[in-house]
Structure formats: C-alpha cells, structure tokens
C-alpha cells in the first residue's frame, strides 16, 4: 500500500501498512509480555512520583498507546519511568503534600507542561535542544537519581514513615535512625519479591518476574491478614505531648482551608475589579495585597503541620482494645499501664483530619483501586502555579526526551530502523498531552519494557497498542485483585529496576575521554545528591558546568610552533625537538577564532614572533580554524597590520571556505592580498623561502624548506 510522505508525515503509524500475519500474532505476544511487566510497574511508579498507585495505571494505558502511534520507533515502550516519576515528586513536594488531591492536580498539569514543551519543540524541529545535556551529564545525573530512587524506597521497605524535608540526606538519615523499628513482615514481603524478581532474573529471564512476585505476595498477604487498619478520635490518645500536637495539627489543618476558601473567594473578586476598575486602580491594588497576605498565611501554616506531620508520623503507640463499653485506647510503645493489655499491633498514624485519625498497625497496602476509566478532561491550570512548574517542566521534557531517544537509537542499532528525533519528540509530547487529559502525570521512554519489547519479538507499535489494551482490561475487571498488593513488593520493583541505572563504568570511561567530561559527570552525580529533593537543580549544575568547561576549552585551543620533521611532514616542534627557522615562523591554530578565544589567537601569535625575533616571515596554518567571527577578524587585521609594521611579513595556509568568505566580504582578503594566502602550508613555505632568496640575493638554508618530491620511474 502506497501512502504519500505527506499524509505519513501527519500519521506516522501508517508506516506499518499493509499489516496482518505474522506481524500481528508477533505484536500481540509482545504487548501481553510488556503489559505483564507494565502494571506492577506502572502502579510502583506513580508511588515514587507521590502519586496514589492507580494512578501508574491511568499513566499506562493511552500514553502508552499515543507515543507508539506517533513517535518514530517501532519498539519504544512509553510509560511511567524511574527518573521522571522522581523528578515529578521532587518537583512538586515542596508545593503539596505526596498523594493529596492538590498535589495529584499539579502532576497533572506538570504533564500538560511537559507534553506542550515536547510537542512544540518536535513540530519546529528543535530536537538538537537537548545536545545541551551532555552525555557525561546524564550519566551524572542517572547514576545519582538511582541511589536517591533506591533510598527513597527504604522506608516502605522496612516499614517504617520517613519525613520529607528540603534536605534529602535528613531525611534518609531519620530512615535510619528508625531502623530498629522496623516491621518484619513487611520486610519479609519486600524481600521475598526481590529474592522471586531476582532468580527468575537469572535462572529463567523470559518468564514474568516482576508479575510473578507481585502476585506470590499478594496472595500471602491476603492469606495472613497482612493490612491491620482502625480509626480512633484524638481523645483517645493517652500521651499527652502526642495529643496536643494532634490537635494543633486538625486545627491548622482547618485553618489551612479557611484561608484556601478566603483565597479563593478574594481572587475572583480581584478578577472582577480589574475588569471594572482598572490594574492600577486602589481597590485592585488593595485586594491583591490581601491576596498575597493569605497566602503568605497559608505557605505559613502548611509549613508548618508539615514539621508537625513529620513528627506525628514517627509516633509508636500500642492500643488497648475496647472494653466496658470504653472505646481502645492508645499508648506510646512501652507506656501501657500496668493491669491493661495491648493488642500486640504496633500502631502508627497514616493521617489526622476533624479529630480522627488513621492508623495503621500491619503492612501497608495498595487497597482500594478505583474500578473503571479514568476520568477524561483536561486540567485545571492555576496560573500561580505555572511559573514554579515551568522550570521543572523543562528539565522533565528534556531529561525524557534525551531517555526515550537514546533507548530507542540503541534498539534502531538492532533493527536497522531510521529514528527522527523530532518525530520522536511529537509522539512523546502528544503521549503527555493525551495522560494529562485523562489523569496521568508525566511519562517517557522505559529501557526495561523496550527490551522486554523486543525480546518478545515486536514487529510495530502494535505491540505497545495491544499493552494498552491490555492495561484497559486490568481498569475494567482486575482492580479488585490488587487490594492486598503489599507497598513493600511495588518498593522492591522500584529497587529492582533502578540498579540497572547504577552505572560506575560509564562515569570512569568519560574521565578517561576527556578530564572535563569526567569533571562534569562527577560534579552533575554530587550537585544531584546534595539538591535532593530538587533534582532539577542538580541536572541545571552539571548542564551549565559542561557548557562552561567547552567554552574554557575552546577560550584556550591547542596553538602550536611548526617544524619540519625527518619524514618531510610538518610537526609541533617542541613535542619533537625540531630545530626554528631564521627565515620564518611557522604556526598552527587549532580551533575556531571566535569572540571568546581571540586575545588568546592574538597573545600566542605574538609570542611566537617574539621568540624567533630574526624570522622576517610569518605563517599562520588555518587548516583547524573552522569559524571566523567579527571578533576574530578584527584581530587578524589587527595583527597583520601590526606586524607589517615591525617588518614581518603574515601569510596564511589551508583557510577555509566559510572563512575565506567572512574575509572577502569585510575586505580582509584583499588587504592581506592573494599572492600571501596559500592552499597548503608547503606551497607557503615554498614561496616565503623564494621571497627570502630574492631578499637576500642567494637561497637560504631553512629547517622549514619544503623537501625535494622523490621521483620514481
């Protein structure tokens, strides 16, 4: 079936036509193996990006399927991934509690962001944007955001609350501290579903081993009563430093959304006002400083119940049952009264509202997952917002894109397939636009599903259409089945994967291809660690350190003194000892002469001079000079007229095409004149040393003097 470029251009999945056979029965087998992967997966994502881990699958389903229609690859597997679920939630942590319904809208207006960033910088063909990120960088950043991803999972791991704070380090710190109360079954879940992922891993790697484990676990966890769940009033709380606090907290909890409602209402009357009155008008100006006052009020207060919710969430307590007709009772750990007896649990605080609280005294589970289709509408955008989501955004499109592109060249490499990157960007930004629409945060390329992909032998993004059919059929009729899902198994799925990003041999081997790419790739991994939990300022370091170390580079190029070595060639005389020429001096410039390097150009070309005062000749080689700027050339006028004037005389070898053009049309060229601009350095050399025999009435002897050609015949 023939399909004009045009229309391919607009709908690029008709690239698989005609379709059917063995390319079917391929593709379907490839989308059941991925999706079997995909779904623990996705829903152990949305966890690390702060999301309530349904929300993987909503993330799992049309992206999955839109990035495949539209992007280039015919086996990239789109979807949530490690890095950009940790860049979401350090993005967004300090803006809204992990899991709350405000910080689910911001996620979801995060992918609005990214998928508009992506998709824009796809259609106007921008995709070199993200040579800015360097390769060194990138592996900084991925080796680091692997240990953050892997110690930010602990804490579910051994079953014990880690605070979040603006210091990443503190609050892993606190993890440790509270090793000693780790939950044992919930360790043992964990490490149960890391020792299954890990053998079948290596004795038997084509089965599930992600799906097995989940659903190992799940049903033991369903058979030992795994989740141990109550709800009691703050009164009942016996300690009374815990219950003060608690009750501080409600009620600033209350206070939260009285000045949220206040805010709101205020805002639409200052929208009205400056539509009636005016920007500047004393009731807009007025109004809008009462604004910026709650929420200062409101940045105040939930700052502050975030420190107490630190607190409250480190509470051990033991519950004496009900009894007499007396509600349960609680404890802190160890303080039980002498007569009564506790019920064996240890219990912790999940949350506090309206004078309850949420306790939980077993493993954490999944519970209830929301049966059905998301919910399909785009978001709310708060303006307020855009601006502290916008930076983050940037980073997340552009750290994704540079993920998915470089997955899916590696499978290109397999299958001899021809990726454009800017297509690629327009699948990934139209996969992001469609997950905002139907509650999804945001998404990218995976390195395991894409191999898993076409290790089950995918043909076309059939494959990841038939995933997300897949995933469909787990919205509409499997969600019941992962209630008892442990938090610990998704945890250890998390784990399981991010140790494949821990790469230490890729940092060593950019030190050893250049001292400042080493430089950058180790400064990205530490400025990334010490950021945590903003990682977006971490990638910025070691984006802008690699840009700065490449201009010092090309400030400084490589500028060499000439000789003529015993082969005829021409040589750095100093790296072979090669005697000077009294007749001319030979130098070559490797590097473009632009703005930032030319009084380095200037400084070296005069020191050579200077150094061989009797040489009444000056070569300058420009076979490496591959740019010149209006800066470069100024200087290059200045230099031979300043050295016309002491009485040596500048000629040039091996310019180029695109440099001789800039010094014909600002009139350099003529003022040099032809008769000193050469092809190559030898042809130069030659006519300098007949200038200097005519000067001098006899030939000169010269290091520099082209040697005779040999003739055979």
């Given at each position: 079936m023939n399909v004009s470029p045009r229309l391919q251009r607009l709908l690029p999945f008709l690239r698989w036509l005609p379709y059917g056979g063995p390319a079917l029965r391929a593709d379907f087998l490839a989308g059941l193996t991925v999706a079997l992967v995909l779904v623990p997966q996705s829903m152990a994502y949305a966890q690390l990006a702060g999301m309530p881990p349904y929300y993987g699958l909503y993330a799992a389903f049309l992206p999955v399927m839109v990035a495949a229609l539209w992007g280039s690859s015919n086996q990239l597997g789109t979807g949530p991934v490690a890095?950009?679920?940790?860049?979401?939630?350090?993005?967004?942590?300090?803006?809204?509690?992990?899991?709350?319904?405000?910080?689910?809208?911001?996620?979801?207006?995060?992918?609005?962001?990214?998928?508009?960033?992506?998709?824009?910088?796809?259609?106007?063909?921008?995709?070199?944007?993200?040579?800015?990120?360097?390769?060194?960088?990138?592996?900084?950043?991925?080796?680091?955001?692997?240990?953050?991803?892997?110690?930010?999972?602990?804490?579910?791991?051994?079953?014990?609350?880690?605070?979040?704070?603006?210091?990443?380090?503190?609050?892993?710190?606190?993890?440790?501290?509270?090793?000693?109360?780790?939950?044992?079954?919930?360790?043992?879940?964990?490490?149960?579903?890391?020792?299954?992922m890990w053998v079948?891993?290596?004795k038997a790697p084509k089965l599930p081993g992600v799906l097995i484990a989940v659903a190992v676990t799940t049903a033991a966890s369903w058979l030992i009563g795994f989740e141990q769940n109550a709800t009691v009033t703050i009164d009942r709380v016996a300690e009374p430093e815990a219950r003060a606090l608690l009750t501080e907290f409600v009620r600033t909890e209350t206070r939260i959304k009285e000045i949220n409602d206040q805010v709101g209402t205020k805002a639409a009357e200052l929208k009205v006002l400056r539509k009636e009155r005016g920007e500047l008008s004393h009731e807009v100006v007025t109004t809008n400083y009462e604004v910026e006052l709650l929420r200062l009020q409101l940045k105040d207060r939930e700052d502050e119940n975030r420190r107490r919710n630190r607190v409250i969430r480190s509470f051990v307590f033991e519950r004496v049952a009900a009894s007499g007709g007396q509600p349960a009772e609680l404890y802190a750990?160890?303080?039980?009264?002498?007569?009564?007896?506790?019920?064996?649990?240890?219990?912790?605080?999940?949350?506090?509202?309206?004078?309850?609280?949420?306790?939980?005294?077993?493993?954490?589970?999944?519970?209830?997952?929301?049966?059905?289709?998301?919910?399909?509408?785009?978001?709310?955008?708060?303006?307020?917002?855009?601006?502290?989501?916008?930076?983050?955004?940037?980073?997340?499109?552009?750290?994704?894109?540079?993920?998915?592109?470089?997955?899916?060249?590696?499978?290109?490499?397999?299958?001899?397939?021809?990726?454009?990157?800017?297509q690629e960007l327009i699948g990934q930004g139209l996969a992001n636009l469609v997950g905002c629409a139907t509650q999804a945060f945001p998404v990218s390329g995976s390195f395991s599903r894409s191999a898993v992909n076409i290790n089950a032998g995918a043909m076309t993004g059939?494959?990841?259409?038939?995933?997300?059919?897949?995933?469909?059929?787990?919205?509409?009729?499997?969600?019941?089945?992962?209630?008892?899902?442990?938090?610990?198994?998704?945890?250890?799925?998390?784990?399981?994967?991010?140790?494949?990003?821990?790469?230490?041999?890729?940092?060593?081997?950019?030190?050893?291809?250049?001292?400042?790419?080493?430089?950058?790739?180790?400064?990205?991994?530490?400025?990334?660690?010490?950021?945590?939990?903003?990682?977006?300022?971490?990638?910025?370091?070691?984006?802008?350190?690699?840009?700065g170390l490449y201009l010092y580079r090309t400030m400084t190029p490589r500028v060499a003194i000439l000789g003529r070595h015993a082969d005829g060639s021409l040589r750095d005389a100093a790296v072979n000892e090669l005697p000077a020429s009294d007749v001319v001096t030979a130098v070559r410039f490797d590097g473009r002469l632009y703005f930032a390097n030319v009084s380095f150009f200037e400084d070296a070309i005069l020191d050579a001079v200077a150094a061989n005062p009797k040489a009444p000749y000056l070569l300058v080689v420009g076979n490496g000079i591959n740019e010149l700027d209006a800066s470069g050339e100024e200087v290059m006028h200045h230099l031979v007229e300043r050295l016309r004037g002491n009485g040596v005389t500048v000629v040039f070898s091996g310019l180029k095409k695109q440099v001789i053009d800039v010094m014909r049309a600002t009139g350099l060229f003529d003022y040099i004149s032809q008769q000193h601009i050469f092809a190559t350095a030898d042809m130069a050399l030659e006519a300098i040393h007949v200038w200097a025999a005519e000067r001098g009435g006899e030939e000169v002897a010269s290091p520099l003097r082209p040697l005779p050609v040999k003739r055979f015949g």
């Open positions: 890095v950009v679920s940790l860049l979401t939630a350090s993005a967004l942590t300090p803006l809204a509690a992990p899991g709350s319904e405000h910080f689910v809208a911001l996620a979801i207006m995060l992918a609005l962001l990214v998928g508009i960033v992506q998709l824009t910088l796809g259609v106007f063909k921008l995709g070199v944007i993200v040579n800015f990120l360097s390769h060194p960088v990138i592996v900084g950043f991925t080796n680091a955001a692997a240990i953050i991803i892997a110690l930010s999972q602990v804490n579910k791991l051994i079953g014990v609350p880690m605070g979040r704070s603006e210091r990443f380090i503190e609050d892993i710190w606190g993890v440790a501290k509270q090793v000693g109360d780790t939950h044992l079954p919930t360790l043992a879940m964990g490490a149960t579903a890391i020792a299954i079948i891993r290596k750990e160890g303080r039980v009264p002498a007569g009564k007896v506790a019920d064996g649990h240890r219990w912790r605080i999940v949350r506090a509202a309206q004078g309850e609280m949420k306790l939980i005294g077993g493993g954490e589970v999944v519970g209830k997952v929301p049966q059905g289709l998301p919910s399909v509408g785009m978001p709310a955008v708060s303006w307020d917002m855009l601006a502290s989501l916008l930076s983050a955004a940037i980073v997340i499109s552009l750290v994704g894109f540079m993920e998915a592109i470089s997955i899916a060249k590696a499978i290109a490499a397999k299958t001899k397939q021809k990726i454009d990157p800017n059939m494959s990841s259409v038939f995933t997300g059919l897949f995933v469909l059929l787990t919205l509409l009729f499997l969600t019941p089945l992962l209630y008892h899902l442990p938090q610990a198994v998704l945890a250890a799925v998390i784990i399981m994967a991010v140790i494949g990003l821990i790469n230490v041999e890729a940092v060593k081997h950019a030190w050893k291809a250049g001292r400042h790419d080493g430089i950058a790739a180790v400064a990205t991994f530490i400025a990334t660690l010490l950021f945590a939990p903003h990682l977006d300022k971490g990638i910025i370091v070691g984006a802008g350190l690699a840009i």
